[in-house]
């Protein structure tokens, strides 16, 4: 996406077709860093090919591990050689970008390898806090220094070193944090245990599975343990296409009239489904067929429009659908009655205040939200307008309020929604495809 701002207006004729969402952002990540390090090749496919996705990893190629593309037309497949656990010091700074989970995930590795190295990344991630995986590492005896100028926060300094297991109770519901400890406990002696207030995506604790990595998680899935230090073994892989891509376009089949839409192989892991839940439970028509249940789990999804109702997300449900909050409150804008998402604080800390960002568009389009500090209620059923609105170079904050600029009277415009090509590089062209 070349321009920084996109135009909408009211969809002319409902969306209709089929679409095939790039790979899944979370899994993305995890399978470059894991990749990089096991012992042997694998062919990845799918991979995300977004901003944030390609920093990752290059910043593994840094790390000596090597990509080898033979089809250009597909950089989203391509052959990964891992450096067998004897990756190389890198001989720049790492580039995070905007990720959140790049750097996160990256520190928990970094700190225990035998090398020095410094992790930045643009404004709004040296604004959010790294002192939630600095915390626990620093347990492990990892010695890392958050250099920015707000406290707490990014570019990071790491002196890599021996590290120490140690059991540590995640004090919010995170899979940033309990990735980051996790990777750190690969590659320590002995075992290193995690325990969760509440579920939140297992990727890593499945990919330890995939590449052999001894890992167990308890009955109630709140509990992870690692023994390290292991070598991941290389094999291949196919990455879903990322639900929460897919949310923006169930969200807009489901508000705007006569639409269905088919998504394809879309990632239906149970601690990343309650998009498909809570919406259904507002009265949306969503179906699954050609289910398949190994390793992470996708389907074909199809939407139809279906009026929605109001309905009440509850507090074990937040962590499963984080990242799809800002479409979920498009779709109660459009939706009779009330919406309430609480126990939400956390979106406070994401690219964006998506609480404050959320709120105020909704608000600028004519909408009833009302702020709380960990949430939002939205009473929904009144026409929306359209206005131009700032992203905050936020994507997801861009790509919900496109679809609501779908179903709105007037134009809507985002600003500074380049950062839409951080998640969903091609958003633009899909958007095209079904409106024109
Ligand atoms: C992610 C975890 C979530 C999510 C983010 C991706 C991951 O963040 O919001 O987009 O891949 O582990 P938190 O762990 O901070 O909740």
């Known amino acids: 996406m070349s321009s920084d701002r996109l135009t909408v207006c009211r969809a002319a004729h409902p ?3 089929e679409l095939t969402v790039p790979g899944d952002k979370s899994i993305s990540h995890r399978v470059a860093l894991l990749g990089a390090l096991a012992r042997g090749s694998m062919q990845v496919r799918n991979y995300l090919c977004s901003e944030d996705c390609l920093n990752t990893l290059r910043a593994m190629e840094q790390l000596g591990a090597r990509v080898c593309r033979d089809d250009e037309a597909h950089p989203e497949n391509f052959c990964l050689h891992g450096t067998a656990m004897q990756p190389v010091a890198p001989a720049r700074p790492i580039d995070c970008g905007n990720s959140g989970t790049g750097m996160r995930l990256m520190a928990g590795l970094l700190a225990a390898l035998p090398f020095s190295c410094r992790l930045f990344g643009d404004e709004s991630l040296c604004a959010r806090p790294m002192k939630r995986i600095i915390d626990p590492l620093a347990l492990m005896g990892a010695q890392i220094r958050a250099c920015g100028a707000k406290p707490g926060c990014a570019p990071l300094e790491i002196d890599g070193t021996r590290l120490q297991p140690i059991c540590y109770e995640l004090p919010m519901a995170s899979a940033q944090v309990k990735s980051a400890v996790l990777l750190a406990g690969m590659l320590t002696q002995g075992t290193t245990t995690v325990r969760q207030p509440a579920l939140t995506r297992d990727h890593t604790e499945r990919l330890f599975e995939h590449f052999g990595i001894p890992c167990s998680v308890s009955p109630d899935g709140l509990e992870i343990a690692v023994c390290g230090p292991a070598m991941p073994v290389a094999r291949d892989i196919t990455i879903p296409a990322d639900i929460s891509s897919a949310a923006f376009w169930l969200v807009a089949a489901s508000i705007v009239p006569g639409s269905e839409l088919c998504l394809r192989r879309v990632g239906l892991n149970p601690t990343r489904d309650a998009i498909i839940r809570v919406l259904r439970r507002m009265g949306a028509d969503i179906r699954i067929s050609n289910r398949s ?3 992470e789990p996708y389907g074909d999804l199809t939407v139809r429009y279906a009026p929605l109702h109001g309905t009440e997300v509850t507090r ?3 962590p499963n659908l984080i990242d799809e909050i800002p479409v979920l409150a498009i779709a109660a804008a459009f ?7 609480r126990n939400a604080a956390e979106l406070r800390v994401k690219e964006s205040d998506r609480i404050a960002t959320t709120v105020g568009n909704l608000r600028a389009m004519g909408g009833q939200a009302e702020e709380y500090d960990d949430g939002m209620v939205i009473t929904g059923g009144a026409p929306l307008r359209g206005t131009t609105l700032d992203s905050y170079g936020d994507h997801r904050i861009a790509m919900g309020f496109l679809m609501a600029g779908l179903a ?6 985002l600003l500074r929604c380049r950062n839409i090509n951080t998640s969903y590089p091609g958003f633009a062209d899909h958007l095209r495809a079904l409106t024109d």
Not at 335 to 341: C, D, F, M, S
Not at 408 to 413: M, R, S, V, W
């Open 15 to 17: 969306l209709r077709g």
């Open 293 to 295: 249940d190994s390793g």
């Open 316 to 318: 074990e449900e937040i």
């Open 335 to 341: 939706a009779e009655g009330r919406t309430a998402i």
């Open 408 to 413: 709105a009277e007037g134009d809507t415009t």
